[in-house]
């Protein structure tokens, strides 16, 4: 437990992109060591199509910086039956080469994060650009849909 908060705006923001697919993804930020809000929103996007979803996952991953943040990412896909499927994950993004002191509140603050996205089941972890693999994420999804 590190103490700091989730703005209510994010629980908010995840059952819109659960019932409603209202963005494609979303990046989540500690503000002043205080408060996890709301970072960055990618555009609504229904992708069931993988090349399509991968270009979105790819403008994803362009955003990222060498701070942590949470994210929330929307996988389309059409199951072997015919039916399209979206499912979010829930992506832990810590680089390897950020500071420490951020490193330990951001690993401290995820499980309060993970509270506020009730029914997530699919959780991820990525240190560098090359852990952020949309096939790997995307198989792993798949699988659990």
Not at 8 to 16: D, H
Not at 41 to 67: I, N, Q, R, S
Request: glycine fraction near 6%; charged fraction near 35%.
């Amino acid at each position: 437990m590190s103490g700091i908060e989730v703005d209510p705006e994010v629980a908010t923001l995840f059952n819109n992109m659960k019932l409603r697919s209202t963005n494609k993804y979303a990046t989540f930020r500690i503000k002043d060591k205080k408060i996890v809000i709301v970072d960055e929103l990618g555009e609504p996007c229904k992708t069931e199509e993988k090349e399509k979803d991968k270009e979105c996952f790819d403008v994803l991953k362009a955003t990222l910086k060498k701070e942590p943040r949470y994210i929330l990412y929307d996988f389309g896909f059409t199951n072997k039956e015919g039916r399209k499927i979206g499912k979010l994950a829930f992506i832990f993004w810590c680089p390897e080469d950020c500071k420490i002191g951020d490193k330990m509140i951001y690993a401290s603050t995820k499980d309060t994060v993970k509270k506020a996205f009730t029914g997530i089941g699919l959780e991820f972890q990525a240190n560098d650009a090359g852990d952020m693999d949309y096939n790997e994420f995307h198989g792993d999804v798949e699988k659990k849909a």
